[in-house]
T-cell receptor, first 119, second 113 residues
Framework: AQTVTQSQPEMSVQEAETVTLSCTYDTSESDYYLFWYKQPPSRQMILVIRQEAYKQQNATENRFSVNFQKAAKSFSLKISDSQLGDAAMYFCAYRSPRGSGGSNYKLTFGKGTLLTVNP | DTAVSQTPKYLVTQMGNDKSIKCEQNLGHDTMYWYKQDSKKFLKIMFSYNNKELIINETVPNRFSPKSPDKAHLNLHINSLELGDSAVYFC????????????FGPGTRLTVL
């Protein structure tokens, strides 16, 4: 079974600075998908960014980018020019492209990193 | 315009009661999910339906029964509620194709007294 580990329960960053959130995962598959979700205090889960394992190029969405290291099974999220609205819980998630019992249909989440943005 | 909606958003009830949470998505997705988020914010899959067929049932007590009347709806019924059932329950949907992200509803905070 795949596991996702976020080793930083909490992080903080000054407004306008850059912060990197770590995520590692364990899988025996060569093809899969990785995601970062954001959960602000409103508790709504919001998709931040998505990465396909077969693509070497790191995904980017505006101020959010990832550093995907497939060999190391690492998928970190970099937030540039941090804003107060970035304060939230961030979850890393893994999705298998195939598998028995419907396992390819679900996301497996890490335990989350709580990001605080200081003004 | 809400993509995935859940009702109610808050539910407070006594132990032993039976309650339901409803979920609807208007994204045209063919797969729907229930996730449970515990007090430590950990998200765990409970059930998934693809085209109204149950495809994931993750070691959930049989007091929990999902029902999907059609592709756009997935309801969760809970019998004989226990204190440990207190959590936030998220409904989500996706296209069943590999790699597609899940879109989540706003969550239902269930408190069992």
């Amino acid at each position: 079974a795949q596991t996702v580990t976020q080793s930083q329960p909490e992080m903080s960053v000054q407004e306008a600075e850059t912060v990197t959130l770590s995520c590692t995962y364990d899988t025996s598959e060569s093809d899969y998908y990785l995601f970062w979700y954001k959960q602000p205090p409103s508790r709504q889960m919001i998709l931040v960014i998505r990465q396909e394992a077969y693509k070497q190029q790191n995904a980017t969405e505006n101020r959010f980018s990832v550093n995907f290291q497939k060999a190391a099974k690492s998928f970190s999220l970099k937030i540039s020019d941090s804003q107060l609205g970035d304060a939230a819980m961030y979850f890393c998630a893994y999705r298998s492209p195939r598998g028995s019992g419907g396992s390819n249909y679900k996301l497996t989440f890490g335990k989350g990193t709580l990001l605080t943005v200081n003004p | 315009d809400t993509a995935v909606s859940q009702t109610p958003k808050y539910l407070v009830t006594q132990m032993g009661n039976d309650k339901s949470i409803k979920c609807e998505q208007n994204l045209g997705h063919d797969t729907m999910y229930w996730y449970k988020q515990d007090s430590k914010k950990f998200l765990k899959i409970m059930f998934s339906y693809n085209n109204k067929e149950l495809i994931i049932n993750e070691t959930v007590p049989n007091r929990f029964s999902p029902k999907s009347p059609d592709k756009a709806h997935l309801n969760l019924h809970i019998n004989s509620l226990e204190l440990g059932d207190s959590a936030v329950y998220f409904c989500a949907s996706s296209q069943g194709l590999a790699g597609e992200p899940l879109f989540f509803g706003p969550g239902t905070r269930l408190t069992v007294l």
